[in-house]
């Protein structure tokens, strides 16, 4: 008999036909989230779970008995409790490389929105305004040519950079945990300290996943080293910045905008401050949110699901979670 699993979002059409090949299934089609006591009913007779963003933790493992891997149909894990996974020998898989490109192409629309001021004067003139082209008061700042600092040189902050370099001639600066030469010589990108990189930059794109040693990676401190003319775009977790000190620093004018893709508290609060600024422009943490890429992220996690209820390694085993494979 096929193995049972549960997908526990709502996935393109050719990814449930690809699924139906090989797995019965129960399926929650809908936008709004699953309630969990719900999920953990229907996880009883499962082998696998399709999903992101639902928390793996012990709760779920010890209401899911025949639990064996959790499929993300994302790049980031860090909805999993991977001590409990561990404990449990549960796989854990995700998508990455395949939204490389569109995440990429989402931060360069971030960053060229809140340079220019693209939604602030979309609704200036929507209200009726029209300005003298010498009105500085509807003037940008320059994308070409400056400073752009990233912090995370994983395949997204990599593909941002190629973008920026090749794009626009801008100069490209890096913090990553470890330095990455070759990416060095093939974007002409300079490793600076995280310290370094937010005085130097006119730019930052922060792409670090969300781990206990990113949270709050960039906080009042971090804030304080910018240029009072800095451009600061998240669009990994909202989590990895102090959004108090973020809405502090934007308050007291020590960067110029930001263009936010995530948020620590998703959905986002629509009395949070930050909503209101006009030198702020918000998006529903859409960085991978196109057809194309969706479908190749849902077959990319769908086949992750395969390998490991079929008796193979997985292509896209969570580092952390590798030696459950070599047990
Ligand atoms: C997913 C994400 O791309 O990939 C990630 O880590 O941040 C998410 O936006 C999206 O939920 C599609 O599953």
Not at 187 to 196: H, I, N, T
Not at 225 to 253: C, H, W, Y
Not at 286 to 309: E, P
Request: negative net charge.
């Amino acid at each position: 008999m096929l193995p049972q699993i549960y997908i526990a979002r709502k996935i393109p059409v050719e990814v449930e036909n690809y699924i139906a090949e090989h797995f019965r299934y129960k399926k929650w089609d809908r936008l709004e989230p699953i309630p969990r006591e719900y999920l953990f009913e229907q996880l009883a007779d499962c082998e696998g779970l399709l999903t992101s963003g639902t928390r793996i933790d012990q709760e779920l493992l010890e209401r899911s008995p025949k639990l064996k891997v959790v499929s993300n149909i994302s790049v980031g894990y860090n909805n999993f409790d991977l001590e409990a996974m561990r404990g449990r020998k549960i796989l854990g898989t995700n998508t990455p490389k395949v939204l490389d490109d569109t995440v990429a192409d989402l931060i360069l629309s971030l960053m060229l929105s809140v340079a220019r001021r693209v939604p602030e004067l979309d609704r200036y003139v929507r209200a009726g305004h029209w300005s003298s082209k010498d009105d500085e008061n509807i003037f940008g700042v320059d994308v070409h040519h400056k400073t752009l600092g990233i912090i995370g040189m994983g395949n997204i902050g990599q593909a941002v950079a190629q973008r920026g370099k090749w794009g626009f001639g801008m100069n490209i600066l890096y913090h990553n945990r470890h330095p990455k030469p070759d990416v060095e010589q093939a974007l002409d990108a300079a490793y600076r300290s995280k310290e370094e990189l937010l005085r130097e930059s006119d730019f930052i794109v922060l792409m670090t996943p969300l781990t206990p040693e990113t949270r709050h990676y960039i906080g009042e401190r971090e804030f304080a080293m910018m240029k009072p003319s800095a451009v600061f775009i998240n669009a990994s977790r909202g989590a990895t910045v102090d959004e108090a000190a973020l809405i502090n620093a934007l308050r007291q004018k020590q960067i110029f905008g930001a263009g936010l893709d995530v948020f620590e508290q998703e959905p986002v609060d629509p009395n949070n401050p930050l909503l209101t600024m006009d030198n702020v422009v918000v998006l529903p943490h859409i960085g991978s949110a196109t057809m194309q890429t969706r479908l190749k992220m849902g077959m990319l996690a769908a086949r992750n699901l395969v390998d490991a209820l079929y008796g193979r390694k997985p292509s896209h085993l969570v580092k952390e979670l590798q030696e459950l494979y070599e047990s």
